[in-house]
T-cell receptor
Framework: EAGVAQSPRYKIIEKRQSVAFWCNPISGHATLYWYQQILGQGPKLLIQ????????DSQLPKDRFSAERLKGVDSTLKIQPAKLEDSAVYLC??????????????FGEGSRLTVL | GIQVEQSPPDLILQEGANSTLRCNFS?????LQWFHQNPWGQLINLFYIPSGTKQNGRLSATTVATERYSLLYISSSQTTDSGVYFC??????????????FGKGTKLSVIP
């Protein structure tokens, strides 16, 4: 079974530029998550989708970050304009089950962003 | 939302030694997972264990949900066990209960 796919693996941009990350979850997984992991810290949830609807985006900086999940499968996370503090690894995860279900999350390899 | 605390923050072991990592959480949970983050940054699932005990080779985990803690045991450690171990939990009720919240991790270094 294929795992969670993410691209690009690495991206270097200058501040105020824009960047987009793509995620393809495990086939059949209804719930998709984007996490941000800053060096030395644990991952922090940015946004959670159930199919193509948003169920939690309380920690998403909406003035610069946006995400969508068209057709309830692939998802894109965009940052525009980027700031230095956005340098981090962006992790996508997916799980079977409903929003509050106790379902195991599986993570992709992550997309490492460096903002200069 | 739920609070997740891990200890110790850092651990250095001689190869072959055993260790116990602890995760305390502040609320009842419907999801608790242990992950190993490898040097390339990927989070590898170790255990999905909201309650009970599981074993996988040299690793085992126990969650005592009523007392709000989980333990990860590593026996006969190897250098390949090095990395950061994260505990993550999803609370059963209250605000933020949709989120799988991570602790700050335990950084394990196994030396030959």
């Amino acid at each position: 079974e294929a795992g969670v796919a993410q691209s690009p693996r690495y991206k270097i941009i200058e501040k105020r530029q824009s960047v987009a990350f793509w995620c393809n979850p495990i086939s059949g997984h209804a719930t998709l998550y984007w996490y941000q992991q800053i060096l030395g810290q644990g991952p922090k949830l940015l946004i959670q989708f159930q199919n193509n609807g948003v169920v939690d985006d309380s920690q998403l900086p909406k003035d610069r970050f946006s995400a969508e999940r068209l057709k309830g499968v692939d998802s894109t996370l965009k940052i525009q304009p980027a700031k230095l503090e956005d340098s981090a690894v962006y992790l996508c995860a997916s799980s079977l089950g409903g929003v509050r279900g106790g379902r195991e999350l599986f993570f992709g390899e992550g997309s490492r962003l460096t903002v200069l | 939302g739920i609070q997740v605390e891990q200890s110790p923050p850092d651990l250095i072991l001689q190869e072959g030694a055993n260790s116990t990592l602890r995760c305390n959480f502040s609320d009842s949970v419907n999801n608790l997972q242990w992950f190993h983050q490898n040097p390339w940054g990927q989070l590898i699932n170790l255990f999905y264990i909201p309650s009970g005990t599981k074993q996988n080779g040299r690793l085992s985990a126990t969650t005592v949900a009523t007392e709000r803690y989980s333990l990860l045991y590593i026996s006969s450690s190897q250098t390949t066990d090095s990395g950061v171990y994260f505990c993550a939990a999803r609370g059963d009720s209250g605000a933020g209960s949709y989120q799988l919240t991570f602790g700050k991790g335990t950084k394990l270094s196994v030396i030959p």
